[in-house]
């Protein structure tokens, strides 16, 4: 059985840093592509980075690029996202989630999703 589970959200001052993580248990993780998405309630599900399987391709979206850096560390089967110089706009709930091999900005191409951590941010 496939988990993922997030953990690092937290209530957060505009400017500040968070760092988010994933535990995947389940999988064989070095060998699934990693996303994380974030979501505000009433909205769609939005991109926010992605890694390859073996960590050397990663991708953001244009809103948090420069910010934000997506990493893994196989040896732990955690997946991370540092996320610095938060703006209120970034205030949504963030989501891990796993595919096979490639990644992908499209959330409808992965497999499997975490349950969620919420990152709040005051301006």
């Known amino acids: 059985q496939v988990q993922l589970v997030e953990s690092g959200g937290g209530l957060v001052q505009a400017g500040g840093s968070l760092r988010l993580s994933c535990a995947a248990s389940?999988?064989?993780?070095?060998?699934?592509?990693m996303g994380w998405f974030r979501q505000v309630s009433g909205k769609e599900r939005e991109f926010v980075a992605a890694?390859?399987?073996?960590?050397?391709?990663?991708y953001y979206a244009d809103s948090v690029k420069g910010r934000f850096t997506a990493s893994r560390d196989n040896a732990k089967n955690t997946l991370y996202l540092q996320m610095n110089i938060l703006k209120p706009e970034d205030a949504a709930v963030y989501y891990c989630?796993?595919?096979?091999?490639?990644?992908?900005?499209?959330?409808?191409?992965?497999?499997?999703w975490g349950q969620g951590t919420q990152v709040t941010v005051s301006s």
């Open positions: 989630a796993a595919r096979k091999f490639q990644a992908v900005t499209d959330p409808g191409q992965y497999d499997y």
């Open positions: 389940g999988l064989t993780f070095r060998t699934y592509a």
């Open positions: 890694i390859g399987w073996l960590g050397g391709i990663t």
